[in-house]
């Protein structure tokens, strides 16, 4: 069963998507390995790179419709308005882009003054996703975050009143944070009449200030068992709130999935423009490089400061598995057979024997999924299905 009912959100997916990295931060999150810098001094430069590299890179859509433009980072929301438009005439300009397209721009709560939000309510830009983690000072203070808690609210005040397609990020099994304050900070966005939210577990990541005050004993490391509590939490308090649980980290009231994520999640095409953005062709992947002055000046001799990896059927499949178990769409086993042949199909039950025994999985109208229980385990579940 589809459960994608709106049918402006299927035809809108069906076109192809530009991600633009905005690699500039007021200041680093202890848990961030995104890629950012926080002295804006290259900003103009960067700027003039993206435009660059967007009007280098429009044969790779010439046959194609740009249905999502999504502003990434780092913090997008450090842009001025008339900078976000000149990056975004330039897609206008060098690509075909479909009448309504969904423009996101990702923003952090210390800078949606009311200007500001009065601003980008009179630009293009059509979808919010705002970072708010959190309304504990507590936690946000861990997390070393630019805003603090009485910010994260009042942005939300009145971003819902000029925009209608907010998403709002929250993290989950912060050391500390016990599960009423977590689940007092759902009940918080969904006091605003959010319509999505995208949820993340705090992840250590390697070589972060938060792996290194973990190890010093600074900060107390992170609870397994408690942000998987934490995560049924969210998936009961949402569900009750009438969202779907479309994708492991993505809640959407009906109407309002990204199209963005959705295009990603369905294998469709997107180029990634700016400093350690990726893209992929259908065919193949590729990123560029991560570090801005280097960026910069491969673009200004006009050359693509790029890697590009082919994928193989094995990485293909693999990469179908992965992304369809974390998407209420599953994984057709029609589409295994299609496109990977019925050799795939039969690997693919044998694996997951264990699995659909152990109720993690289960298969509903010829797709394999991920039970409730299963759900957590996601991504470990489908690293035991792929073809090596
Ligand atoms: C890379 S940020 C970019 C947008 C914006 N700067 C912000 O902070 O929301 C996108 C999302 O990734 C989340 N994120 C980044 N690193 C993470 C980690 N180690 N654990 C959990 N969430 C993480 C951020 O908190 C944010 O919600
Ligand atoms: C998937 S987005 C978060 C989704 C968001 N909360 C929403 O629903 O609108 C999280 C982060 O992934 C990174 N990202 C997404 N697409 C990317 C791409 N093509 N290249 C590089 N980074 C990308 C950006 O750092 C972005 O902030
Ligand atoms: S989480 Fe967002 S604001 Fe924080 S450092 Fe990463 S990109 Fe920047």
Not at 22 to 39: L, V
Not at 271 to 276: A, F, H, K, T, V
């Amino acid at each position: 069963m589809n459960l994608n009912t709106d049918s402006n959100h299927k035809e809108r997916v069906d076109g192809v998507g530009i991600y633009i990295h905005i690699p500039f931060c007021k200041q680093a999150c202890f848990y961030c390995d995104f890629h950012f810098s926080t002295s804006l001094k290259k900003k103009d430069e960067l700027i003039d790179a993206l435009i660059v590299e967007l009007e280098l890179r429009k044969s790779e859509f010439e046959n194609d419709t740009v249905a999502t433009i999504y502003f990434g980072g780092g913090t997008p929301s450090l842009l001025s308005l008339e900078e976000i438009e000149t990056i975004l005439k330039a897609v206008y300009d060098n690509y075909s882009v479909i009448e309504n397209p969904e423009i996101t721009l990702e923003a952090n709560p210390d800078d949606l003054s009311e200007t500001k939000i009065l601003e980008l309510a009179k630009s293009n830009i059509n979808r919010l996703s705002i970072g708010v983690q959190s309304f504990f000072e507590a936690d946000l203070k861990l997390m070393n975050r630019a805003h603090n808690a009485t910010e994260a609210k009042h942005c939300l005040e009145l971003a819902t009143q000029y925009f209608d397609n907010i998403s709002v990020d929250l993290i989950y099994g912060i050391p500390g944070a016990t599960h009423e304050q977590w689940q007092e900070n759902i009940q918080t966005v969904l006091d605003f009449n959010i319509p999505h939210i995208s949820s993340y577990a705090l992840t250590v990541e390697p070589k972060t200030a938060l792996a290194t005050l973990i190890k010093k004993g600074k900060i107390e490391d992170v609870d397994e068992v408690h942000a998987e509590a934490q995560f049924h939490m969210l998936i009961n308090q949402l569900k009750e709130a009438g969202f779907i649980h479309y994708e492991l980290s993505n809640f959407s009231k009906p109407g309002y999935f990204s199209i963005n994520n959705s295009a990603y999640w369905k294998g469709k095409k997107y180029i990634g423009i700016g400093p350690s953005a990726h893209s992929f062709s259908g065919e193949s992947r590729s990123w560029n490089i991560s570090n801005n002055s280097k960026y910069i000046q491969a673009i200004q001799l006009k050359t693509l400061p790029s890697e590009i990896e082919i994928l193989s059927v094995n990485d293909k499949y693999n990469e179908y598995v992965m992304t369809g178990l974390r998407t209420i769409w599953g994984v057709s086993l029609e589409t295994i057979v299609a496109v990977f042949g019925s050799d795939f199909k039969t690997y693919i039950l044998a694996q997951a024997d264990k699995y659909l025994n152990e109720e993690l999985l289960y298969i509903e109208d010829n797709n394999l999924k991920v039970t409730t229980k299963g759900k957590f385990l996601s991504d470990g579940i489908a690293s035991q299905l792929f073809k090596i």
